[in-house]
């Protein structure tokens, strides 16, 4: 099991350029996050899902879009980057119950210039 | 909203010292996870706990949640300078009406000195 993969790990990116940041999990999970890691802060959540065709709206999900087409997969869609994106963005995955444990992918470092 | 604080922000201890990490939640805690985090790594689970009182260990890294449930703390023991690192903690959202998805403490994070 390669557990959560993500790509790329960093990525410089000009203010108005968009980019998907990829997700994948082996593992069969359910449910999938995106948090997003600011400087001395803790993970806030952006966007989740539940399963496959379903997506809800974490507490930062402004400037961001996803899908979930698969049980696999899980893109971040950033559109018309601005500086406040900057950050470490990380996929999270997990089976479904409430006390099962999210596993976490190895993140990518996003610059925004 | 629920909000987690943990103390200290940061901490250097000397190898062979033990060490605590606390975090205390605004909320009740229902599953309180513990992770820490190296620079450019993903988070890497370390414990989970839910009911008050459950103490677990794992090598020389002890977490326990306390009775009230509202507060964690992270023991080590014997320190190493592979313990260093960001440790977080994680509550269980659902004081949110969240679909399981994790509040976090801001991190504390861990020198040892060799």
């Not at chain 1, 790990?9 to 359910?30: A, V, Y």
């Not at chain 1, 893109?75 to 976490?104: H, I, M, N």
């Not at chain 2, 229902?30 to 450019?40: D, H």
Request: hydrophobic fraction near 30%.
């Amino acid at each position: 099991n390669a557990g959560v993969t993500q790509t790329p790990k960093f990525r410089i990116l000009k203010i108005g350029q968009s980019m998907t940041l990829q997700c994948t999990q082996d593992m069969n999970h359910n449910y999938m996050y995106w948090y997003r890691q600011d400087p001395g802060m803790g993970l806030k959540l952006i966007y989740y899902s539940v399963g496959a065709g379903i997506t809800d709206k974490g507490e930062v999900p402004n400037g961001y879009n996803v899908s979930r087409s698969t049980t696999e997969d899980f893109p971040l869609r950033l559109e018309l980057a601005a500086p406040s994106q900057t950050s470490v963005y990380f996929c999270a995955s997990k089976l479904a119950g409430v006390t099962d444990t999210q596993y976490f992918g190895p993140g990518t470092r996003l610059t925004v210039l | 909203s629920q909000e987690l604080e943990q103390s200290p922000q940061s901490l250097i201890v000397q190898e062979g010292k033990n060490l605590t990490i606390n975090c205390t939640s605004s909320k009740t805690l229902y599953g309180l996870y513990w992770y820490k985090q190296k620079y450019g790594e993903g988070l890497i689970f370390l414990m989970m706990l839910q009911k008050g009182g459950e103490e677990k260990s794992h090598e020389k890294i002890t977490a326990k949640l306390d009775e009230k449930k509202q507060q964690s703390s992270l023991h080590i023991t014997a320190s190493q300078p592979s313990h260093a690192g960001i440790y977080l903690c994680g509550a269980d959202g659902r004081n949110g009406g969240s679909q399981g998805n994790l509040i976090f403490g801001k991190g504390t994070k861990l020198s040892v000195k060799p």
